[in-house]
């Protein structure tokens, strides 16, 4: 994708004010920055998860990619709207709450730290990068799909509310409401685990803290990633579990990726509440991996695949050890041991 065009992206929807439950301004900036693609239409469910379709030609879906819309902050108190003071949502402990200033928009406060700062080393840093730089991947996966004139159908979902729970993600997956053998990709920002690194490619995830991944999906990104030499880590990031988990334990087969994400939930490691930055480059690199993987999975039927080719090998090994076998065998039957 064009450095500017992501750019742009990437201010907007950073630059948009989001909370547990408070979505509705993300969903109106996801809604706008998808409108002028022909090939994509938009719903919702019922509790408001935006659902977005790509389709382009007869090509069956495979893949729904899904990033939250929520990040941990502030809201109002509403058990004693009068006197009762703000509600912290999402995971930061508690004696860091009083570390930063808060910036309120109507009914619910953000930290008041910037929206958007790219630096010249190439970090992002932001109020909040998780899981916005999710959703802006998801939304560039979608106008990379129409540049190119992908032939192709896949699903793009943006969840509400996974800072207290997964409660987008369980309203979508107890109505599962795409075909039935379609595979839920969360991407998420994700703390430093498992060896790997920020700046060294996007992370597929062997799993998070609860569960393993489908072993399918992931095998299909990381031979995109070899066809396309795009470099990417495969790491098990078990700092926290992601929606990936909880779509499972409702039985949709699901993977994940993660851009590594530096001040994780804006906790800094001396103790206080700043930005939370990635790596530019890693967020290039993983909406690459992920337009390449959808374009292949459409294609179909790929032989280059690593599993095939490990196959391959262990057919070849089989075979061309026949003559050791059928010497031993005899030498055995020989001997009368
Ligand atoms: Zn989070």
Not at 113 to 136: H, M, N, Q, W, Y
Not at 143 to 165: K, Q, W
Not at 179 to 191: H, I, M, Q
Not at 277 to 291: E, G, P, Q, R, Y
């Amino acid at each position: 994708m064009h450095h500017q065009k992501l750019l742009t992206l990437l201010r907007r929807v950073l630059e948009t004010p989001t909370a547990p439950f408070h979505e509705y301004h993300m969903a109106a900036t996801i809604r706008e920055l998808l409108e002028p693609l022909p090939h994509v239409t938009i719903t919702e469910d019922k509790f408001g998860n935006l659902i977005a379709c790509y389709r382009r030609g007869r090509k069956s879906p495979r893949l729904a990619f899904a990033a939250h819309l929520d990040h941990p902050g502030w809201v109002k108190n509403v058990k004693d709207p009068e006197n009762g003071a703000p509600e912290f949502l999402g995971g930061v402990p508690a004696d860091r709450l009083g570390k930063c200033p808060v910036k309120w928009f109507g009914d619910f406060g953000m930290w008041d730290l910037p929206a958007f700062e790219l630096t010249k080393d190439g970090l992002i840093r932001s109020r909040a990068c998780d899981d916005l730089i999710g959703c802006v991947e998801i939304v560039a996966l979608f106008h990379e799909l129409e540049r190119r004139e992908a032939e192709a159908t896949c699903y793009g979902l943006f969840t509400r509310a996974e800072e207290v729970g997964f409660v987008g993600a369980v309203h979508l997956a107890k109505s599962w409401p795409l075909p039935k053998d379609v595979r839920f990709v969360s991407l998420e920002t994700s703390a430093p685990r498992g060896g790997a690194e920020m700046g060294k490619g996007p992370v597929v995830r062997v799993g998070d803290r609860m569960s393993v991944f489908d072993d399918a999906v992931t095998a299909e990104l990381l031979d995109a990633a070899t066809a396309e030499k795009i470099e990417v880590q495969r790491a098990l990031l078990d700092g926290g579990s992601c929606e990936a988990t909880a779509t499972q334990l409702y039985g949709i087969p699901s993977a994940a990726m993660s851009v590594i994400l530096g001040n994780y939930h804006n906790c800094t490691p001396d103790g206080g509440i700043d930005v939370e930055f990635v790596s530019l480059a890693d967020v290039k690199a993983l909406i690459k991996l992920i337009t390449a993987t959808v374009i292949r999975m459409a294609e179909g039927g790929r032989k280059d695949s690593a599993k095939a080719a490990m196959k391959k090998r262990l057919e070849e090994r089989v075979r061309s050890h026949q003559i050791y076998d059928r010497a031993a065998r005899k030498h055995w039957k020989n001997s009368n041991l």
